[in-house]
Antibody, heavy 121, light 107 residues
Framework: EVQLVESGGGLVQPGGSLRLSCVASGFTFSSYWMSWVRQAPGKGLEWVANIKEDGSEKYYVDSVKGRFTISRDNAKNSLSLQMNSLRAEDTAVYYC??????????????WGQGTLVTVSS | DIQMTQSPSSLSASVGDRVTITCRASQSISTYLNWYQQKPGKAPNPLIYAASSLQSGVPSRFSGSGSGTDFTLSISSLQPEDFATYFCQQSYSTPFTFGPGTKVEIK
């Protein structure tokens, strides 16, 4: 059974930093792109970042470029999101998700339960 | 960036009704369109990928169609467990944007 378990969320002051983690199990982690997707309270979904199977390619939404860094450790089946210079608008539930290829198409096929990040003074 | 819109933003329907949700992209995305269902307090679940391919384990009452800029998600006979919010998402180019969601409520 595929499982993605996030941790690391919490309350942080504006300008602060936080590191989110996601531990994967039930599949060959090193064979999949992975992603972070966030959802502000009561709002829609926003893709945040993707990372290639071997970590050689990374992509970010413009609003987090230069502040967030996605990384992975395939030996530990783990995905991370280092978040610096946090702003109030970064407040959201952050989901770890598997980015699956099917032919030439790709989509988020498994999601974690999410971890809440609150940026407030 | 590709902007995604959905209509309606919410709808009320009864069990057994046929429901159709529309998603529109601001530019052509071929069939790089996915649909997700989200229930309150839960993570989204994939329903449809590549515009019309049913995700494994998803009931056949769900179907998707469309290409280019206009897409639809249909539920042939609404069941109690289908009351949720539905999001479309384009995977044509980064940033991989989502629609604002359509909330399906019980009439």
């Amino acid at each position: 059974e595929v499982q993605l378990v996030e941790s690391g969320g919490g309350l942080v002051q504006p300008g602060g930093s936080l590191r989110l983690s996601c531990v994967a199990s039930g599949f060959t982690f090193s064979s999949y792109w992975m992603s972070w997707v966030r959802q502000a309270p009561g709002k829609g979904l926003e893709w945040v970042a993707n990372i290639k199977e071997d970590g050689s390619e990374k992509y970010y939404v413009d609003s987090v470029k230069g502040r967030f860094t996605i990384s992975r450790d395939n030996a530990k089946n783990s995905l991370s999101l280092q978040m610096n210079s946090l702003r109030a608008e970064d407040t959201a539930v952050y989901y770890c998700a598997r980015w699956r290829y099917s032919g030439t198409y790709f989509y988020f096929d498994y999601w974690g339960q999410g971890t809440l990040v609150t940026v407030s003074s | 960036d590709i902007q995604m819109t959905q209509s309606p933003s919410s709808l009320s329907a009864s069990v057994g009704d046929r429901v159709t949700i529309t998603c529109r992209a601001s530019q052509s995305i071929s069939t790089y369109l996915n649909w997700y269902q989200q229930k309150p307090g839960k993570a989204p679940n994939p329903l449809i990928y590549a515009a019309s391919s049913l995700q494994s384990g998803v009931p056949s009452r769900f179907s998707g169609s469309g290409s280019g800029t206009d897409f639809t998600l249909s539920i042939s006979s609404l069941q109690p467990e289908d009351f949720a919010t539905y999001f479309c998402q384009q995977s044509y180019s980064t940033p991989f944007t989502f629609g604002p969601g359509t909330k399906v409520e019980i009439k």
